[in-house]
Antibody, heavy 117, light 107 residues
Framework: QVQLQESGPGLVKPSETLSLTCTVSGGSISSYYWSWIRQPAGKGLEWIGRIYTSGSTNYNPSLKSRVTMSVDTSKNQFSLKLSSVTAADTAVYYC???????????WGQGTLVTVSS | DIQMTQSPSSLSASVGDRVTITCQASQDISNYLNWYQQKPGKAPKLLIYDASNLETGVPSRFSGSGSGTDFTFTISSLQPEDIATYYCQQYDNLPRTFGPGTKVDIK
C-alpha cells in the first residue's frame, strides 16, 4: 500500500520561502507524476503543480513564478518550495500521486502551513 | 484554465435518500473527470475516475455519469458515513482544476 507523508515547518514568516517534502513509502516513486495541492481553511482545493520522476514539471500559472518542485528518487521523496509567501498562502498542503489514469489516487494526510510573523 | 462548477453547494438529506450532485466544465473535457470525497480533517479520497468508473474498494452506492461538459455524481442510498464534501476535478488540461465542492449532511 502506497503511503505519502508531508513534512516541513508549520510556520513560515511573510516574504520567506515555504519548503515541504513528501516521502513515499510502500512503492516506488518511479514512473509517476507527483502532485502538490493546497486547501485554505474552509475553502476548496487548489492544484499547485506536479513533477515527474524524470524531473519534468508542470505548475499552476497562478503560482508559477513562485513555485519550484524537485524529486529525489534515491530517497523516494519529492519537494515543494513556494517563495515570497503571504498570509494568502496559509493552507493545508497535500502531496498526492497522479496514477496511471491521471487521477490523484494516493494522498498524504496533509500538513498545515501558517504564514505569520 | 478550465472552470468547474458544482451544484448544489450544500444539501441535507435523510439516510436512505438518493443524492445527486452535478458538475459542469467550462469546455468539453470528454470523460476526463474524477470525483473525490473529503471528510472533515482528512485528505480527499478518490471515488470515481473517468467520469463513471468506481475506484477499487468504493461502495457500489456511489456512481458517476456524463461526458463533455455535464456530469452527475449519485449516492443511491445515503449512509451516515457519507457525510462529507464532494469535489469534481478535471484532468483534460493543465492546470488541473477542482469544483468548489458540495457539502452533504444528514437531515
Amino acid at each position: 500500500q502506497v503511503q505519502l507523508q508531508e513534512s516541513g515547518p508549520g510556520l513560515v514568516k511573510p516574504s520567506e520561502t515555504l519548503s515541504l517534502t513528501c516521502t513515499v513509502s510502500g512503492g516506488s516513486i518511479s514512473s509517476y507524476y507527483w502532485s502538490w495541492i493546497r486547501q485554505p481553511a474552509g475553502k476548496g482545493l487548489e492544484w499547485i503543480g506536479r513533477i515527474y520522476t524524470s524531473g519534468s514539471t508542470n505548475y499552476n500559472p497562478s503560482l508559477k513564478s513562485r513555485v519550484t518542485m524537485s524529486v529525489d528518487t534515491s530517497k523516494n521523496q519529492f519537494s515543494l518550495k513556494l517563495s515570497s509567501v503571504t498570509a494568502a498562502d496559509t493552507a493545508v498542503y497535500y502531496c498526492a500521486r497522479e496514477g496511471l489514469g491521471q487521477s490523484l489516487d494516493y494522498w498524504g494526510q496533509g500538513t498545515l502551513v501558517t504564514v505569520s510573523s | 484554465d478550465i472552470q468547474m462548477t458544482q451544484s448544489p453547494s450544500s444539501l441535507s438529506a435523510s439516510v436512505g435518500d438518493r443524492v445527486t450532485i452535478t458538475c459542469q466544465a467550462s469546455q468539453d473535457i470528454s470523460n476526463y473527470l474524477n470525483w473525490y470525497q473529503q471528510k472533515p480533517g482528512k485528505a480527499p479520497k478518490l471515488l470515481i475516475y473517468d467520469a463513471s468508473n468506481l475506484e477499487t474498494g468504493v461502495p457500489s452506492r456511489f456512481s458517476g455519469s456524463g461526458s463533455g461538459t455535464d456530469f452527475t455524481f449519485t449516492i443511491s442510498s445515503l449512509q451516515p458515513e457519507d457525510i462529507a464534501t464532494y469535489y469534481c476535478q478535471q484532468y483534460d488540461n493543465l492546470p488541473r482544476t477542482f469544483g468548489p465542492g458540495t457539502k452533504v449532511d444528514i437531515k
